[in-house]
């Protein structure tokens, strides 16, 4: 798996730049993502995803999305990244 550095930092400001503070967001990392400004905390969070379409998660039919979110969820709690985002 890789991470690019320089584009999750870029990603960072531009969604920063983007964030609008009501705005509806999708559960686990994706929806996550999109308030997290350090790019550190991205990065967890693209790995968490990452490794759990390496172990068989996908997030194509509904109920396979419910449960790989959830999965995220836990992990982010378990790893004490920003829960409160995955929740949005």
Not at 47 to 69: K, W
Request: a negative charge.
């Amino acid at each position: 798996m890789m991470v690019d550095v320089p584009y999750v930092m870029r990603r960072c400001q531009e969604d920063m730049a983007e964030l609008q503070p009501e705005e509806e967001r999708e559960r686990g990392v994706s929806g996550a993502m999109a308030t997290i400004e350090d790019p550190l905390v991205r990065i967890h969070m693209l790995l968490i995803h990452g490794m759990l379409h390496l172990v068989g998660y996908d997030h194509i039919e509904d109920d396979d999305f419910e449960l790989m979110v959830t999965r995220e969820e836990e992990l982010v709690e378990k790893l004490q990244l920003d829960a409160a985002a995955m929740k949005k």
